[in-house]
């Protein structure tokens, strides 16, 4: 069938329909990749679940608190991709639900990168004030406040769709799109308005911290690299994510580029905007840093063991020192 996203999800547009082998090898790889990306995002859950030094650190705490929610994005838009094919239309009242916490996600990730860069800013420009700027407490405070303020910008969308739309609305079935329910015009205006003034507010905390860190440097140390390259990761990836925003203009890019391709560009623009984001997410610190990285590879490989566990070859490597002499 011919599918079109609206915000992850898909409508039926035109003609052109797939094949039984082309909609079940689209939804495989969906699906595969999903898997795949969950399986290693679920992996660094659990490495900063079993080891202290991670559940104390705000920088650990907002990666994973990203992590979690990219999860939580990349199953429901993966979930709705697959019921577009399958089921085709559902009950409106199920779709609000799947809809509004795959909105919620999608916003809480531009918010969750400016606080890292913020705390990366920190971190390196005012080190000797770390400490007590950038809590655990805050850091969850902070968490809580992402999702509060995304709530505000979602839950008008609903107020104005029960005012608006008649009871028997929410009882019927209809194709789970964004643009399909939320369809007044007030939502649209107000939705375009939020996403502008949300995105503006990111982007200057991104662009101020990347240059503040880069002119307060006097020497250009590797911690200093690293901060750089990491707003610069954090810059990359909000990038993938405005793709979100545009979506209807980068499709109608890429159909100039192949007009005969409709069915091929539109899977390709759900696989860039909604999947790859994802990807960048576990890259940025679960496999970039070190420290995170020394303990992650032996749950990725499934290789853990007593003799071989980090926190056991240090305290093995202290006990001689704690003999008396």
């Known amino acids: 069938m011919n599918y079109s996203s609206v915000n992850g999800t898909s409508t039926v547009t035109g003609n052109q329909r797939d094949t039984f082998t082309t909609a079940v090898t689209k939804n495989v790889i969906v699906t595969a990749l999903c ?3 969950n399986y290693i995002n679920g992996t660094l859950v659990h490495t900063f679940r079993k080891h202290q030094i991670f559940r104390s650190n705000p920088r650990y705490i907002l990666f994973i608190h990203l992590v979690i ?3 939580m994005q990349l199953l429901l838009t993966t979930l709705l991709h697959i019921i577009s094919y399958a089921l085709h239309t559902i009950n409106v009242s199920v779709c609000l639900i799947l809809l509004i916490i795959t909105i ?3 916003l809480n990730t531009p918010l969750n990168l400016a606080g890292m860069a913020v705390e990366c800013y920190i971190a390196i420009c005012i080190p000797l004030r770390h400490g007590q700027m950038c809590t655990v407490k805050r850091t969850y405070i902070l ?3 992402i999702w ?3 709530a505000f910008s979602t839950l008008p969308d609903l107020f104005i769709l029960l005012a608006t739309e008649p009871l028997q609305f929410f009882h019927s079935n209809l194709f789970c799109a964004r643009d399909y329910v939320f369809r007044s015009t007030y939502s649209l205006k107000k939705r375009n308005a939020s996403h502008i003034v949300c995105l503006a507010l990111v982007w200057l905390t ?3 911290t990347y240059f503040r860190i880069m002119f307060i440097a006097k020497e ?3 911690d200093i690299k690293k901060a750089r390259n990491t707003i610069l990761l954090h810059g990359f990836q909000l990038l993938l994510c405005m793709l979100t925003y545009v979506r209807h203009l980068f499709e109608q890019g890429l159909l100039y580029l192949l007009p005969k391709q409709h069915l091929a560009v539109r899977f390709a623009s759900y696989i860039i905007v909604q999947i790859l984001p994802r990807f960048v997410s576990p890259i940025v610190y679960g496999l970039r840093d070190q420290v995170f990285r020394r303990y992650v590879r ?3 490989l499934c290789k853990v063991s007593i003799g071989n566990h980090p926190e056991t070859a240090t305290m093995s490597n202290m006990k001689p020192s704690m003999k008396p002499h």
């Open 35 to 37: 898997i795949s990306i």
């Open 69 to 71: 929610n990219d999860m």
């Open 104 to 106: 919620l996600t999608t």
């Open 143 to 145: 968490i809580g406040l």
């Open 148 to 150: 509060v303020a995304n």
């Open 206 to 208: 991104l662009c101020y």
């Open 220 to 222: 250009a140390t590797a």
């Open 298 to 300: 032996r749950y990725l």
